[in-house]
């Protein structure tokens, strides 16, 4: 399928798109006088100073500039948004949750449930994970997000997204990127949504090295989407919702600020469909690591130790010989939170929805459920389709920490998943 024109094709290339003709500057960032009397803006997603290959920034030319705003004070609504965690010490338990339940008459922000955390957003390191229960499009007021860039992965209804930098819809199967500190107003075209937002508070994500696997495969670059220039003019009172170091603030402004008429740069917003991910696998025997799922990942300063990886589990051919297929029983240092966004996980035969949650902290052990692991040691092994599923992992150096809303709303009786594994006989 081509590429929607709306879009530009390409994983952090640089780009140039203007929604009035002549509003970008040339050959220029900051002329004496931009085009029409625009307000130029550097906004950076990387230090001045980062490598070139990692310095990340756009140019944006807008009606006003955003340093006009009046002071900003807390926020009182979205009472599950970013409470904190849970300060009294964590027992080592597996927990999974069963989709959490919305509440009626709320936008995205209000709608905004946080699960798991990791790190203080101040450390410029760590991963939150909160799920969205939608039914109003955001009107009149917009979100920006200083803490991370946002991993928006719908489960339920599409969303559009409509950012300082275009406008993006996507639907379930797809997911979308908001850079850190770009405003956008969500609208459901469906009238509701579920799903999930990561919240990535160190280093961009970016695509995976790919190693003796070659130049393609996996996640390819040329299926990132980066919306065109898009801007609305309203001259009309506009709420700001911020989080900003672990709270959430406003502040109130007399127009819309997704008045961007031009921009270039590379950081910028972006969509990817998930069925467009090119699934590498087994052909001879054993279960691989799940790092060859990687679609994105976010370094942490210790090589090859992931801030986070975002992992998906897609439709895929089963055909190992001789192998127990299913995830393997397994302790990881790395801390692994799952989602799931439609059908069944192979290492799961029960109890992990569509919408639901499930953390397997620091070194828990944890693996095939016990009807999953009857029927994969008995099954007879020839090819095999899953199809019709995909989960997702959250997997962070940082082992997680619920809120006091996820511990107090686990499933009660998740351990019994792994009861009475027959013991083994020797000989
Ligand atoms: O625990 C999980 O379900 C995620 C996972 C999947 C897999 O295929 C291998 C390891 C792993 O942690
Ligand atoms: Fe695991």
Redesign the pocket.
């Known amino acids: 399928m081509p590429t929607d024109s709306n879009y530009t094709p390409g994983f952090g290339n640089h780009v140039a798109t203007e929604a009035v003709p002549g509003a970008l500057p040339i050959g220029r960032n900051s002329p004496q006088k931009p085009p029409f009397g625009l307000y130029a803006e550097q906004l950076s997603g990387t230090a001045f100073t980062a490598p070139r290959h990692e310095n990340r920034r756009s140019w944006l030319y807008r009606l006003r500039p955003s340093a006009e705003h009046p002071p900003f004070t807390r926020y009182e609504g979205a009472a599950r948004f970013a409470p904190g965690t849970v300060k009294e010490p964590l027992a080592p338990n597996r927990l999974r949750w069963d989709p959490v339940a919305g509440d009626s008459g709320v936008d995205l922000v209000d709608g905004m449930t946080t699960m798991l955390a990791n790190r203080d957003p101040a450390d410029l390191e760590g991963v939150a994970l909160h799920v969205y229960a939608a039914d109003r499009d955001m009107e009149n007021r917009v979100f920006v997000d200083a803490d991370g860039e946002l991993l928006f992965v719908p489960q339920e209804g599409r969303l559009a997204l409509l950012t300082e930098l275009g406008r993006i819809d996507i639907a379930p199967g797809q997911v979308a990127l908001v850079p850190r500190g770009v405003r956008f107003r969500a609208v459901l075209p469906d009238g509701s949504a579920r799903g999930y937002a990561l919240e990535n508070h160190g280093a961009m994500f970016r695509l995976p090295d790919l190693g003796p696997i070659g130049a393609n495969g996996l996640a390819n670059p040329r299926d990132f989407e980066t919306p065109n220039a898009w801007f609305e003019d309203r001259d009309e009172r506009c709420e700001v919702i911020q989080k900003y170091l672990g709270s959430l603030w406003r502040t109130e402004l007399h127009h819309s600020p997704l008045d961007v008429a031009a921009w270039h740069g590379n950081l910028a917003p972006w969509r990817y469909d998930l069925t467009h991910f090119n699934t590498i696998n087994t052909v001879s025997f054993d ?1 691989p ?2 790092s060859i799922f990687t679609v994105l990942t976010s370094p942490s300063d210790v090589p090859g130790r992931a801030n986070a990886d975002f992992v998906i ?1 897609p439709p895929r051919w089963m055909v190992a010989e001789d192998t127990f297929r299913p ?2 029983f ?1 302790r ?1 240092i790395m801390s ?1 939170a ?1 989602g799931l966004i439609t059908g069944a996980y192979d ?1 799961k035969a029960e109890g992990f929805r569509p919408g639901g949650l499930s953390l ?1 902290n620091l070194l828990s052990g ?2 095939p459920d016990k009807a999953t692991w009857d029927a994969a040691s008995n099954a007879n092994l020839k090819p095999h389709k899953i199809g019709g599923t995909m989960a997702f ?1 959250l997997e962070s150096c940082w082992p997680y920490r619920p809120t006091s809303f996820a511990l107090e709303h686990a499933q009660p009786d998740y351990d019994a998943c792994w009861a009475d594994f027959p013991k083994a006989t020797l000989p």
């Open positions: 279960h690591d799940p589990f995830p393997w397994h990881n692994e799952m290492a397997h944890h693996g992992m």
